[in-house]
């Protein structure tokens, strides 16, 4: 499987059994100078659709909402540590893996030919 | 339907993020805040600040007028000088702050901020038809362009455009000069913790102005600013922002602006309040933090000490020159000892932050 987005610039990526949650290069490219990243912590259960974490540039903050549910088994301590990381490459950087709780809610995410065109019309 | 600036074509040929501010449509960034404040700091920024207000008092006794709104002691300013002060009201709480260029005992030219040049012009009109009805108060907003270059590269390339010897207007002073075959008011003030100058001109020349500008400052790595930096600037050299650090609820005093607050011959508005918290004290003041544990501070978070409200950050922001999160917050002046710690409080989480000195940025001046 691909990436998938939401409508709230976010991606989730799920390879072998694990789920990848991230936020779109449209979001970086949106806040800017991305200089904190606001983590969850290991053990806890995201809703799909609620917010867990928080991204924030210089001057803004941004939530960010779960692509799909499940339970944080690593948050990235690189994006803690660098968080400018994301203004360079979103799509390799996550925040968190997860261990989903329904791999069937990613079914209803946009794929990445869908997102582009959604994006497009968000401009 | 947002107004703009006579610069407004030139911010979308650069690129520029617009947003709505105070009912203008401005640049918030060209490239990067972070890139803009360090270009700004390093070496030299270019701001469109048009939308600044613009507003002229003139008549035989603008004098006595001026001196019963404002906190100033106009005795001590003469033609060509500038002062910072406050337009007060009787509770001591602030109509906005402002720059006051003195053109002579008869004649006064103040720029307000942007967002408040309304609220200010009805204020002024009102009080001055009660004070003396010969006074004349003029909104001249529409007839200037305003353009500000700041950094430490400032004056070298604004010297490339004037035959004027730039170094004969001292801080916190103006003079009408020549700049690229135009007649121009520049002063030396700005609002970025700086060296810099602003420039007053027509709408017609700003253009022109300001694309010399960025000619002759190329090669001195100049660069323009939006907003957003124009904030962390300000904001790192704590210079307040109406409506955080000032509004009609916080006097200058508590807001740690004593120093520009002068009690000359005038009985201005709030007068006995302001010069009661001088001598008194007040109960709350302006401090800043620096954040111990990870998080940024901004503006509206609460602050607490031992669980108890302590008070609130009026502005904070991730410091681009200190790569932290710092505030400017409103505490109970009992909380206010440097490396006093206190928690603020994010999204329900208390995060560990200590009471630091301000300004967090100072940079020696000429």
Same mark, same amino acid.
């Given at each position: ?123 | ?228 930096? #124009? +904030?962390?600037? !300000?904001? &790192? ?5 109406? $409506?955080?650090?000032? @509004?009609?609820?916080?006097? *200058? ?44 501070? #901004? +503006?509206?978070? !609460?602050? &607490? ?5 302590? $008070?609130?950050?009026? @502005?904070?922001?991730?410091? *681009? ?46």
């Amino acid at each position: 499987m691909g990436f998938k987005f939401t409508k709230n610039h976010e991606w989730v990526k799920i390879e072998e059994g694990t789920a990848y949650i991230g936020i779109s290069d449209y979001a970086q490219q949106h806040l800017s100078d991305i200089v904190f990243v606001d983590l969850p912590k290991v053990g806890v259960k995201l809703t799909a659709g609620k917010v867990f974490a928080s991204v924030e540039s210089v001057k803004a903050v941004s939530d960010v909402y779960a692509p799909i549910g499940g339970t944080v088994i690593e948050i990235s301590e690189a994006l803690e540590n660098a968080p400018e990381l994301l203004n360079e490459n979103a799509l390799e950087n996550w925040l968190v893996k997860i261990e989903p709780a329904d791999i069937a809610e990613a079914d209803a995410l946009m794929d990445e030919d869908a997102y582009t065109v959604f994006c497009q019309h968000a401009e | 339907m947002l107004k703009r600036t006579p610069l407004y074509e030139c911010h979308i040929d650069l690129g520029a993020k617009m947003v709505d501010f105070g009912g203008w449509e401005m640049p918030i960034q060209y490239t990067s805040i972070i890139e803009e404040h360090q270009a700004t700091r390093e070496k030299a920024g270019l701001f469109d600040v048009s939308h600044m207000g613009e507003i002229i008092m003139k008549g035989s006794s603008s004098r006595a007028v001026l001196g019963k709104l404002v906190a100033a002691d106009l005795d001590a300013l003469a033609p060509q000088k500038i002062a910072y002060s406050f337009f007060t009201m009787e509770n001591g709480g602030v109509v906005d702050d402002l720059l006051i260029y003195m053109v002579s005992d008869t004649e006064y030219f103040l720029v307000v901020n942007a967002s408040n040049t309304d609220k200010d012009f009805a204020w002024l009109k009102e009080k001055v038809a009660e004070l003396s009805p010969e006074v004349e108060v003029i909104n001249y907003s529409d007839d200037y362009g305003q353009i500000a270059i700041q950094g430490p590269c400032a004056q070298d390339i604004l010297q490339k455009l004037t035959k004027f010897d730039l170094s004969l207007i001292k801080f916190f002073t103006f003079a009408t000069i020549t700049v690229c075959e135009e007649d121009v008011l520049v002063s030396r003030t700005g609002y970025t913790g700086e060296d810099g100058f602003e420039i007053y001109c027509k709408p017609s020349q700003a253009t022109e102005l300001w694309h010399a500008l960025l000619k002759a400052g190329e090669s001195d790595g100049l660069a323009p600013i939006g907003l957003g930096a #124009r +904030d962390t600037l !300000r904001f &790192e050299s704590a210079l307040p922002l109406y $409506g955080h650090e000032l @509004s009609a609820d916080i006097t *200058p005093i508590e807001a740690g602006l004593k120093f520009f607050v002068k009690f000359g011959v005038d009985d201005f508005l709030g007068r006995d309040i302001l010069e009661r918290q001088v001598a008194q004290g007040t109960t709350r003041k302006l401090a800043g933090i620096e954040m111990i544990e990870r998080g940024i501070p #901004r +503006d509206g978070y !609460r602050i &607490e000490k031992d669980g108890q409200d302590v $008070g609130y950050i009026t @502005s904070g922001a991730f410091s *681009p020159t200190f790569k932290k999160g710092l505030a400017m917050v409103l505490l109970q002046t009992d909380i206010v000892q440097i490396d006093n710690e206190v928690d603020v409080v994010i999204r329900d989480k208390k995060v560990k932050a200590k009471i630091v000195k301000l300004p967090f940025y100072k940079k020696v001046r000429k």
